[in-house]
């Protein structure tokens, strides 16, 4: 009986001291030391398997091309530079973890440095604040700002409460939200960073519906001496693609304007049409005057009206074929309507603060 015990225990021994030294070897390839002399917080593999429930699936947010996203809750400390790290005083507080697929390892490691980079180097109120990281794993987990409200703009209409989607429809609701994407991507590009995949369903609104840009997943810094970078593997809606993107495989600054013209599209445009013809029949119309045969709402005053068509075809310039002809961020922020106040306060709002 004692030969087995003792089998079992040496065993169990093994596999501890196993795995983690493979811990300590991915710490170090993962550049552990350097992240840490940076101030951000550094998370075990041990604390957010529990923070998650060991990634049960009643804690999972989403699931992307890239990995899948878990609410979870740790403790977290702040520090001066806007991330946190441990520290006398800590409190606990809800996070998303990014956690990557078992798939394109060597690919997805680059995604995920390139995105903890961007967001090292990336502080605004309008871009989802990364809180610390895990290196004890082949590829980092990342921890995020959890969006309570955890709403997209690709589903905003269907899974919100009917009153809170009658009010984000409304077109000054709707400028809003896309004049703060506009300021928080054109302050993105001022810190030469390329998102590599702005889409409807990466533009957050939180509980006090502020905008939120996330998934940097293929987020990379454009170096100084180069005016692209060459991907690895196309990212993002296939109809939605910078054309320049899709052939020749260069992601530029002007990539995410044409993204981001198909999102000021999907404001002004009727939805209810097939997305492979949607873009070509929406610059006909917007060319054609026949806009407002289009649009996926009634506008409610002439002002409206001119707003609209303004949009459109800042939408229009976005979504050109050439990117030389497109406009910088810069230029869209310069062009598009002031930023409007709500209408009205949020429905939901109140409840939950």
């Known amino acids: 009986i004692l030969v087995p015990v003792v089998c079992i225990y040496a065993g169990a021994l093994a596999s501890v001291t196993w795995n983690w030294r493979i811990r300590k070897i991915n710490f170090k390839r993962n550049r552990g030391k350097f992240f840490k002399s940076q101030g951000v917080q550094i998370f075990t593999e041990a604390e ?9 699936e009643s804690k999972k947010l989403g699931e992307g091309s890239f990995g899948s996203v878990y609410k979870g ?12 790290n441990r520290g006398r005083t800590t409190m606990d507080i809800e996070v998303a973890v990014k956690k990557p697929k078992d798939v394109h390892k060597p690919l997805m490691k680059k995604e995920f440095q390139d995105e903890l980079l961007t967001m090292m180097q990336t502080n605004h109120k309008n871009m989802v604040k990364l809180y610390g990281i895990c290196l004890e794993t082949r590829i980092p987990l990342l921890v995020y700002e959890y969006i309570l409200n955890d709403t997209h703009l690709n589903t905003l209409f269907k899974h919100i409460h009917p009153e809170v989607s009658t009010f984000l429809r409304s077109w000054k609701n709707q400028l809003k939200i896309a004049t703060e994407a506009t300021l928080a991507i054109k302050e993105m590009h001022s810190s030469e960073i390329i998102h590599g995949n702005i889409k409807s ?15 940097f997943g293929t ?17 993002g809606t296939l109809d939605y693609i910078d054309p320049e993107y899709l052939t020749t495989g260069k992601l530029t600054i002007k990539s995410d304007v044409y993204n981001f013209g198909a999102v000021l599209m999907d404001f002004v445009a009727n939805k209810s049409e097939e997305p492979i013809s949607i873009i070509p029949h929406f610059i006909s119309s917007v060319n054609d005057g026949t806009l407002f045969d289009v649009i996926n709402f009634k506008a409610a005053s002439e002002d409206e009206i001119k707003e609209v068509e303004v949009v459109a075809k800042i939408a229009v310039k976005c979504l050109d074929q050439s990117n030389r002809k497109r406009p910088t961020m810069s230029e869209v922020a310069q062009q598009i309507p002031p930023i409007p106040i709500w209408e009205r306060v949020p429905p939901f709002a109140e409840e939950m603060k």
């Not at 369903?201 to 998934?215: A, E, H, R, W």
């Not at 987020?219 to 990212?235: D, G, N, P, R």
């Open 48 to 56: 957010l398997a529990k923070a998650t429930n060991n990634y049960d």
């Open 219 to 235: 987020s990379v810094l454009k170096s100084l001496q180069h005016s692209h970078i060459v991907a690895t593997e196309i990212e």
């Open 201 to 215: 369903m990466n533009i957050l609104i939180d509980q006090n519906y502020s905008v939120k840009i996330s998934d």
């Open 73 to 84: 809750r740790v403790a977290v400390g702040k520090s001066g530079s806007g991330f946190v």
